[in-house]
């Protein structure tokens, strides 16, 4: 007996001596399943506390309503750091699952169907991504995080057969999400490391050269863009979480200028027909607090609704909304929820009339989604 404790004490102090966390064991839980369902499933990447190596990957079964936290790992048991440090965005192009690990530079590419790792394409300091004709285009900082001092980011553009970088182009400090109409990428650049120096402009990058041909005033400390079915780019600005306020502003592709600006709050939306979905989890130094609110916004005649994509409540239940993604062809609204960003967080599945249908813990700051179909 006391050579099995032996043997265990000394496993326990060899764990206790591993520089990087161990990736943690898959989990399942049961939803409410939708045997109809068009779409097969849905993964969601958790971003994890920046380096402690938790990003993670989960699969949720929409058919069967299986949930899967850390899909990754259950997958992939061979890469023994699991999926890295920061899960930055995700997208599915050609049968494959790109999943953009920021603080781990690099974007791991999987398998759709399976999740099993294809391939890692090595990108410093990447952020978001996009795809286009064939190609994935991938938004870097480049510089150090945090450096005030750093150079100009980049985008990258990925040969999507090859899986391989073929180009880059320089854009604006920190560029964020992008959005490709009409062969054009639009970059959003933030700057956001050297405030009050903020960025304030929209990179425009013709897709054939792979130049950037202009720059978009729009306002400072740019983050999220999501282009609506009409040409016209929804983006939001962080301002600078003391006097200047965050906004929505509107951008129209054929003049490439500013249409509309919606004078509230606006962290992230998505787009789905003719609506825009929107929650703001606004910050301020002086206040020392979030702001939290939710909208819906008709894209096509760009106009703020009255009506709500929560009506039973149950948003007071919702500490930090992270994370949202409309599915569309039910039109249920899911919602993460990040919580302390420190402990799992939520996934919340609310049905077309705003009623919370079912809430399933995930991990550690739940943000990105994207649908299998």
């Known amino acids: 007996m006391r050579k099995i404790v032996g043997i265990w004490c000394l496993a326990l102090g060899l764990l206790s001596c591993r520089k990087d966390p161990r990736p943690l064991p898959a989990e399942v839980s049961l939803v409410e399943p939708d045997p109809t369902s068009v779409l097969t499933g849905m993964y969601l990447v958790n971003e994890g506390n920046m380096n402690m190596n938790k990003a993670s ?60 790792r294809i391939n890692q394409i090595n990108l410093t300091n990447c952020r978001y991504i996009s795809f286009a004709n064939g190609k994935a285009y991938v938004s870097a900082y480049l510089g150090r995080v945090g450096d005030p001092t750093a150079a100009n980011g980049i985008v990258a553009e990925i040969d999507t057969a090859k899986l391989s970088i073929n180009r880059t182009v320089e854009v604006g400090r920190q560029p964020e999400e992008m959005a490709v109409v009409n062969n054009k990428l639009y970059v959003a650049n933030s700057g956001g490391y050297s405030p009050p120096n903020y960025e304030s402009t929209i990179s425009v990058i013709d897709l054939n050269s ?29 301002g600078d979480y003391y006097t200047i306020p965050s906004k929505l502003f509107v951008i129209d592709t054929q003049t490439e200028q500013v249409k509309k600006t919606f004078d509230l709050a606006a962290s992230n939306l998505a787009i789905d027909d003719d609506k825009a979905y929107i929650y703001a989890t606004a910050w301020n130094y002086i206040q020392g607090k979030n702001t939290i609110n939710y909208y819906m916004i008709d894209v096509k005649d760009e106009s703020l609704l009255a009506t709500q994509f ?23 609204v899911y919602v993460t929820d990040a919580k302390d960003y420190v402990t799992p967080g939520k996934l919340h599945c609310y049905t077309p009339y705003g009623k919370l249908k ?10 990105h989604v994207v649908f299998v179909k």
Not at 212 to 233: M, P
């Open 57 to 116: 990957l989960d699969y949720l079964d929409l058919i069967n309503g299986v949930y899967t936290r850390n899909f990754y790992n259950q997958v992939n048991p061979g890469i023994t750091k699991g999926l890295g440090d920061v899960g930055n965005d995700i997208g599915i192009y050609g049968g494959k699952l790109y999943v953009v690990v920021n603080i781990s530079n690099k974007v791991e590419v999987l398998d759709v169907k399976t999740g099993k």
């Open 210 to 238: 792979f130049k950037e041909v202009k720059r978009i005033e729009v306002a400072i400390n740019l983050h999220r863009l999501k282009a609506d079915r009409y040409g016209d780019l929804y983006v939001t600005s962080r």
């Open 310 to 332: 929560i009506t039973d409540g149950t948003q007071k239940n919702i500490e930090v909304p992270y994370g949202i993604a409309v599915n569309p062809y039910t039109k249920e």
């Open 358 to 367: 079912w809430s399933v813990t995930t991990g550690d700051i739940p943000a």
